[in-house]
């Protein structure tokens, strides 16, 4: 059974600062993906990630994919207040489906 | 890419009725996908619907409770029987449009039940 572990679940950050999300998958897959929710709404695709050393940068945030060791990374590049959000890395299944992980409530204060 | 129209967008319910989610997406796609996601939590597979077969559920989800229908390849229903406070959530449909690609949401509809 494919799990997906996400942490830390909950992160505040000074703006300005730096910081990295951890997404470790249990089982072999050839898609992940990377989400942003804001409260009450639905989901922002923020990256896909398709092969070993993918890497995907938009902005302040960088993403990143290491199949070897199931394991992606989001690092966040001095924090802006507007990143406050839920976070949240997705495995692609083999039926097409998508299992999350329980996402990280990043918290950006001044 | 997929544009994906959810309706509605929210609802208030009364327990004990059903209210039926409509997802079309503007494209034909073969899989798609129900998500509940309860609130303050992440988001858990309801099924997968593929037209012409019944819908497959996941463990904890049962056809009574959820009835999907997927007429055609562009249009799904969701169905919440028989509602109780514990529904309250929000449902997601998403599309898969093939290998290595990505996956699309509708806007979601927030369901609470009171």
């Known amino acids: 059974e494919l799990k997906v572990e996400q942490n830390p679940l909950f992160l505040s950050m000074q703006e300005g600062k730096n910081y990295t999300i951890y997404c470790n998958y249990s089982t072999t897959s050839d898609r992940l993906y990377w989400y942003r929710q804001d409260p009450g709404k639905s989901l922002e695709s923020l990256f896909v990630l398709l092969s070993n050393g993918a890497v995907k940068q938009e902005g302040r945030l960088m993403a990143s994919l290491d199949t070897k060791a199931r394991l992606s990374t989001l690092h966040i590049t001095a924090a802006v207040h507007d990143l406050s959000a839920t976070y949240f890395c997705a495995v692609g299944g083999s039926q097409g489906n998508l299992i999350f992980g329980k996402g990280t409530k990043l918290s950006v204060k001044p | 890419s997929a544009v994906i129209s959810q309706k509605p967008s929210r609802d208030i319910c009364q327990r004990g009725t059903s209210l039926t989610i409509q997802c079309q997406v503007d494209s034909q796609v073969t899989m798609m996908f129900w998500y509940r996601q309860q609130p303050g939590q992440s988001l858990t597979l309801i099924a997968t619907a593929n037209q012409g077969s019944e819908a497959t559920y996941e463990s904890g989800f049962v056809i009574d409770k959820f009835p999907i229908s997927r007429p055609n390849l562009t249009f799904s229903t969701l169905t919440v029987s028989n509602m109780s406070p514990e529904d309250s959530s929000i449902y997601l449909c998403?599309?898969?449009?093939?290998?290595?690609?990505?996956?699309?949401f509708g806007q979601g509809t927030r369901l609470t039940v009171v």
């Open positions: 998403s599309v898969y449009t093939g290998m290595n690609t990505e996956a699309f």
